[in-house]
């Protein structure tokens, strides 16, 4: 009896110190660069990589996926008919996709991911979680035109950072080249009463929604970043005409989920010019028509 007794000591002593934030996050900063790492979460695993000291890291030390309560205060603000799609634009190693299929909260996602070893890890995660019949990937940026060449710059250290090149004048340390597509190319017989479009793409989000106009043009509700510091002016005037010219009357920023704010010119400048006050402040905005 004693020595069960302490091999059960042990045993919580053992899992204490896994399951410590603290300690993981340790582990994860002393791991090897290009180390490949294992999270084994309460509803999903993730496979990750070492260098990525923003999404990786903050999976691996907290056990949870990156940003998904993003999404739950989104579907607690919609009423999205049941077997809905989600569109994610962006979706990194998968940490909105996957739970989202997990959980049921959607019955099936189509997923775009440009760069290629963050999209080799989204199909792995995809993979060890069962989801591999319900989500559909790609392999590329989604943009204005068909085929269009365009330089993804590369950050070595935050993984979700990596981010398309529009000015030419900007020096650029470390780039691929890639191919974009439409997200109409994509879309067939949208329910906008049961599908949702969501976007991360660091600044690139104006030419996203200029090939989407099928979404637009039925409402989709569609979940974006909005950061001034790298959607530039023109980009945004456009941005923003999209939205109203399509018919989409209110939006959400997300940082204030329970104000519904009615969509116009005036409503989203003054935020727009909020955030540019503070170099490098964001937000999430969630789009949306209602009668």
Not at 193 to 204: A, E, M
Not at 258 to 268: D, H, Q, R, V
Request: aromatic share 10%.
């Amino acid at each position: 009896m004693k020595m069960l007794k302490l091999f059960l000591k042990i045993i919580k002593i053992i899992f204490f110190f896994f399951e410590n934030k603290k300690i993981r996050k340790a582990i994860f900063d002393t791991s090897e660069p290009n180390t490949i790492l294992f999270s084994r979460g309460v509803n999903e695993n993730f496979i990750l990589q070492s260098n990525d000291q923003v999404i990786g890291r903050t999976v691996y030390a907290t056990k949870k996926p990156f940003d998904f309560h993003k999404l739950t205060i989104v579907l607690k603000i919609l009423n999205l008919k049941k077997n809905g799609l989600l569109i994610d634009v962006g979706a990194n190693i998968g940490t909105i996709c996957i739970p989202a299929i997990k959980r049921n909260l959607f019955n099936k996602a189509i997923v775009f991911e440009p760069e290629p070893l963050n999209y080799s890890l989204l199909l792995s995660n995809i993979i060890i979680n069962g989801c591999y019949n319900r989500i559909s990937t790609h392999n590329i940026a989604l943009g204005s035109k068909n085929r269009e060449k365009l330089n993804l710059q590369l950050d070595d250290h935050n993984k979700g950072n990596h981010r398309i090149i529009i000015n030419s004048k900007i020096k650029i340390k470390k780039n691929i080249v890639i191919n974009s597509y439409k997200l109409d190319s994509f879309i067939k017989n949208i329910n906008s009463l049961s599908t949702l479009l969501w976007i991360d793409v660091q600044g690139y989000e104006t030419q996203v929604l200029s090939g989407a106009k099928k979404l637009l043009n039925k409402k989709v509700p569609v979940c974006t970043e909005f950061s001034p510091t790298f959607l530039e002016k023109k980009n945004y005037d456009l941005f923003k005409k999209m939205f109203i010219k399509n018919g989409y009357n209110y939006f959400y920023n997300l940082n204030l989920p329970l104000e519904k704010i009615a969509l116009n010119n005036e409503s989203i400048d003054n935020l727009y010019k909020t955030l540019q006050k503070n170099k490098f402040a964001e937000t999430d905005l969630l789009f949306i028509y209602k009668k």
